[in-house]
């Protein structure tokens, strides 16, 4: 039937104007075309005006799926962290998702709970899927494999997490003087009975805390062997904190009168516990976090912890892997100050 006899005919979409259209528009080449958009830095300022206004003229948009097939990469990111529930990495990934997206670039967030083999599944996902860059925290015991990664032609930045290798770029707090800030303060407030809850694995800021831990109380002429218990938790969470306490409560009694938690997250935790058992923070036993996610200010019992700036520290993550990528410079190293914040769960 014809639109006359009471049909109307499917409305086409207006043909896409192609790159062949800008060139004839700017009086320039497609080739011209090709390098204005993809490497700038060939076509002279004069020659990228003139393609620029004939792209707004004509609603040109580049073809990204086409160029990604020439390229083999997309405008596309990937952040592999431990626990997208662990406030930490989610206030992280919020900030370089937003710093992704303010410079053209979309990220794809994948968690592994610390598990190997869920890291290795989660990059071997995102190199195949082409992405220009990723953001990893680790949980790999050292960084061949990511230095493997980079020599694909990825761009890998480590997220709280220093890098040994030059290839690989990180933005981290110094987790050894933090700790070291802490433990100092433990020693001062009159704490001599230490229980410490650490991380399953071998994460590399995990490793440099518990090495902080040691050193403070060596310095202060307190063994270990008599001034330390110590307990790996499952996951360092709140489950995990919560278990661990229960652990060194049945080891070590009423003797400890501190506990330091690896991260934030088990000291809540482990507070939760002790509460449970009916013991005061801090009066029974202090308890210390690193992070300063945004809920330890805001318990019953506020928690001493170390800063992170997390937002900052996303930022800076997914801006420096960006500028690397597109200049090819190298990564870069960068180590943010640590900040002691003493609350209640250490003063009374």
Do not use: W
């Not at 431990?82 to 992704?100: E, I, T, W």
């Not at 652990?247 to 935790?269: F, P």
């Not at 449970?276 to 029974?284: H, R």
């Amino acid at each position: 039937m014809t639109a006359t006899e009471g049909h109307i005919d499917a409305v086409r979409p207006a043909p896409r104007v192609g790159m062949q259209a800008v060139a004839q528009k700017a009086g320039v080449s497609v080739a011209t075309v090709s390098n204005a958009i993809n490497r700038p830095e060939l076509v002279s300022q004069a020659l990228r005006r003139r393609v620029e206004t004939a792209i707004s003229e004509l609603g040109y948009i580049p073809n990204a799926a086409a160029r990604s097939l020439r390229t083999g990469r997309t405008e596309s990111l990937g952040a592999v962290v431990f626990d997208l529930a662990n406030p930490f990495f989610a206030v992280s990934a919020r900030h370089m998702s937003n710093v992704a997206n303010d410079r053209g670039y979309a990220l794809t967030v994948m968690s592994t709970d610390q598990v190997i083999t869920r890291e290795e599944a989660s990059l071997d996902f995102l190199i195949r899927h082409g992405v220009r860059g990723i953001v990893v925290t680790t949980a790999l015991p050292d960084l061949s494999q990511l230095v493997a990664v980079h020599d694909r032609g990825v761009g890998v930045m480590l997220l709280a997490q220093e890098s040994d290798n030059p290839a690989i770029g990180s933005v981290h707090v110094d987790d050894f003087a933090g700790m070291r800030l802490l433990v100092e303060h433990l020693i001062r407030s009159g704490r001599r009975q230490f229980g410490f809850v650490d991380g399953p694995g071998r994460a590399h800021q995990h490793v440099a805390r518990r090495a902080a831990l040691l050193r403070v109380l060596e310095e202060a002429g307190l063994d270990p062997a008599a001034h330390l218990t110590e307990v790996v938790a499952s996951a360092p969470d709140l489950d995990g904190g919560r278990a661990a306490t229960v652990e060194l409560l049945a080891r070590r009694g009423a003797s400890l009168d501190a506990i330091v938690g690896i991260n934030d997250y088990t000291a809540i935790g482990v507070m939760l516990s002790l509460q449970s058992a009916g013991l005061s923070v801090p009066d029974d036993i202090a308890v210390t976090g690193f992070d300063d996610i945004d809920i330890a200010k805001m318990l019953a019992v506020p928690l001493t912890t170390i800063r992170q700036p997390m937002a900052e520290l996303g930022s800076i993550a997914v801006g420096q892997l960006i500028d690397a990528c597109e200049s090819g410079s190298p990564m870069s190293q960068r180590v943010l100050v640590p900040e002691l914040v003493i609350r209640r769960s250490t003063s009374t």
